[in-house]
Each structure stands twice: as structure tokens, then as C-alpha cells.
């Protein structure tokens, strides 16, 4: 995955014209914005989908949070008292 990355990271201008020359000669004038269209729609749902997967992975673990942070304040003031006695 990550070296088909590096693959178009690779890519000069001439390329990139290329590749737009040939979609262009593919699907027409009219048919780029439809694809534009569609490539957006996918990204902007993809989105969504990983937003509400987040958003459900943090209310399940919220409870967890909270009883973690409620002991770090507990083991906070255990040091604070144990370092106020020397």
C-alpha cells in the first residue's frame, strides 16, 4: 500500500497532463463534472462513515475515560500528600 503511494507521489507535470489528456479524451467535456460529482459524493460519504464510526468508538469508551482519569486524580493526591510529608 504504502509504495502505491510513493507511486504517484512520484509524478511530474508531463504525467499528470497525460493522465488528464486521457480522461478528458475518455469521458468527454460533459462527463468530467459527473465524475467530479460522484468522486466527491464517495469522499464526502466515506466521511460521514468514519466520522459516526469515531463518534460510536468514543462513547464506548467514555465510561473507561472517566473511571482512567478519576484514578489519575486519586494517584495525584496520594503523591502530592506523600510528597507534603517529607
Given at each position: 500500500?504504502?509504495?502505491?503511494?510513493?507511486?504517484?507521489?512520484?509524478?511530474?507535470?508531463?504525467?499528470?497532463?497525460?493522465?488528464?489528456?486521457?480522461?478528458?479524451?475518455?469521458?468527454?467535456?460533459?462527463?468530467?463534472?459527473?465524475?467530479?460529482?460522484?468522486?466527491?459524493?464517495?469522499?464526502?460519504?466515506?466521511?460521514?462513515?468514519?466520522?459516526?464510526?469515531q463518534k460510536d468508538v468514543m462513547k464506548s469508551?467514555?465510561?473507561?475515560?472517566?473511571?482512567?482519569?478519576?484514578?489519575?486524580?486519586?494517584?495525584?493526591?496520594e503523591v502530592d500528600t506523600l510528597s507534603d510529608?517529607?
Open positions: 500500500m504504502d509504495s502505491l503511494i510513493f507511486l504517484f507521489l512520484n509524478l511530474g507535470g508531463g504525467e499528470v497532463v497525460l493522465i488528464l489528456l486521457v480522461i478528458l479524451l475518455m469521458f468527454g467535456g460533459k462527463g468530467i463534472p459527473n465524475i467530479a460529482r460522484a468522486l466527491g459524493k464517495g469522499i464526502r460519504e466515506f466521511k460521514d462513515a468514519t466520522d459516526g464510526i469508551t467514555g465510561g473507561i475515560t472517566n473511571t482512567i482519569q478519576e484514578h489519575i486524580q486519586e494517584v495525584k493526591k510529608n517529607k
